[in-house]
């Protein structure tokens, strides 16, 4: 279950893989990369089909990554996701964030037993400080409406 707490955690690593950087700059997963570069993550892209993402080396998996990495962000299709939170917890990447939508409702019932730090259901633009535009606005309703987690 996600908490204030799993979500401040995951939000105090620096090091974070970024999985759903695509070539389609309308893609989502380009969104989040291009945010949390802006409040000074270190990031690393993956995807399988590109050498080069935004200026820097794009790794084709997990196991790829630099040891360093000890956060992702899965914004890619339920049916790659639950392989890619099995990949990272191999690599020891214990603080993952599902991205709405990269989860369907079987993934969403087994990361209740794993032993990691997963944050789920929730926006990663809407909690990496500050939260601009949209994102904020987001927020607003969501704790206007005693929405957020606790």
Known sequence: MTTKQSINEFLAQKNIAIAGVSRKKQKFGNTIYKELNKKGYTLYPINPNMDEYNGKKCYPDIASLPDDVTGI????????????????????????????????????????ERNANIVSKQCVIMFAEPANGIHSFHKWINKTFGLLPK
């Open 73 to 112: 962000v899965l914004n890619t299709n339920p049916t790659i996701t639950k392989n890619l939170i099995e990949q990272a917890e191999n690599k020891g990447i214990n603080h993952i964030w599902l991205q709405q939508g990269s989860a369907d409702k079987n993934i969403l019932e087994s990361i209740e």
